[in-house]
């Protein structure tokens, strides 16, 4: 019997520890108060604005396509509105702070400097206010202006909404669709080369090709349309005021056929320093890019070494 006092022993305490841990709730499931809610609870595709207090940024969604307006209306990126708005609508409150607070100073909230918002189509809008930062780290006050109550917000997703304007801004000098190119005459240097579509109908790799009066395969004219397709600025764009574009360096003209309609765009490029700054001959904008990079270009428009 005696060798089976130390079990029985350890089976009371074992009894003893579960229940002591019940009364203390240690095994209830997490309370629904203290889990992350979502901020605001609206659907992405009926947000049809965007503001960022903070560089006095504003976009609006038009016909499905978003467009910077503020501070100036530069050409926007196709999709960086898009994950904005997604990634606001994501944002989550894992803890209320102050459910009617009387003084918003003590939380950074009377001015704040960052606000982030947007209007939906209804014409309603969401704005979010981030104040002071939380004695614990990595953890802001934050409330809806129109809203009392103070919440706290993890300043990782804030850091998802703080967006610098160029982070919006279009950096592609060439605006192209792959498949509707049907010729390609680049000037460069004093040196002049023409690739033309044999059959516009195709697509840029089952259709051959031109170079001068040579025949090239679509697939050793892919490496020339990738090159101008996925180029893009490292600068923000300009105004095409600011560069003085006359006597240009550089002319690329570039023909798109769609349904049978051809259209015709001419691109100039002005050179400063090491880089080249390339627009629309009638455009409103101008995008840098390394002259090495045109240089590159305009090597790959060749027929491919046997």
């Known amino acids: 019997m005696k060798r089976f006092i130390p079990t029985i022993v350890l089976v009371v ?27 605001v609870t609206v659907k992405q595709e009926d947000v049809a604005g965007i503001q960022i207090k903070q560089g006095g940024i504003e976009l609006q969604k038009k016909d499905g396509k978003w467009a910077v307006t503020k501070p100036a209306a530069y050409p926007t990126n196709a999709y ?7 990634a606001f609508i994501a944002l989550t409150q894992d803890s209320e702070i102050d459910a009617n607070p009387s003084d918003l100073s003590k939380y950074g909230l009377t001015s704040p400097a960052q606000e982030f918002g947007v209007t939906m189509a209804d014409g309603s809008s969401k704005t979010l206010q981030i104040g002071s930062a939380l004695p614990i780290a990595g953890h802001s006050y934050a409330k809806l202006k129109d809203a009392p109550n103070v919440f706290r917000v993890s300043d990782e997703q804030i850091k998802t909404l703080q967006k610098d304007v160029s982070e919006f801004v279009d950096k592609s000098p060439f605006q192209m669709t792959y498949n509707e190119v049907s010729n390609v005459q680049m000037e460069w240097k004093g040196s002049s080369k023409s ?14 090709w031109k170079l001068g009066d040579k025949e090239m395969k679509g697939t050793d004219v892919e490496p020339i349309l990738d090159k101008m397709l996925l180029m893009s600025s490292e600068q923000m764009v300009k105004a095409i005021s600011e560069i003085k574009m006359d006597a240009p360096e550089m002319k690329l003209q570039l023909k798109s056929t769609k349904d049978g309609k051809e259209t015709t ?7 400063e ?10 455009g409103p904008w101008v995008y840098s890019v390394p002259v090495a990079t045109i240089q590159e270009l305009f090597d790959r428009i060749k027929l491919p070494e046997a």
């Open 80 to 86: 960086s509105g898009d994950s904005w708005a997604g």
């Open 265 to 271: 765009s001419v691109y100039v490029g002005k050179i």
């Open 13 to 39: 305490v074992c009894i003893g520890a579960f229940w002591y841990a019940s009364s203390q709730s240690f095994f209830k499931k997490e309370d629904d108060a203290d889990k992350p809610k979502p901020i």
């Open 195 to 208: 690739l033309s579509k044999v059959d516009p109908a195709k697509t840029s790799t089952e259709s051959a």
């Open 273 to 282: 320093g090491e880089q080249i700054w390339i627009g629309l001959q009638s």
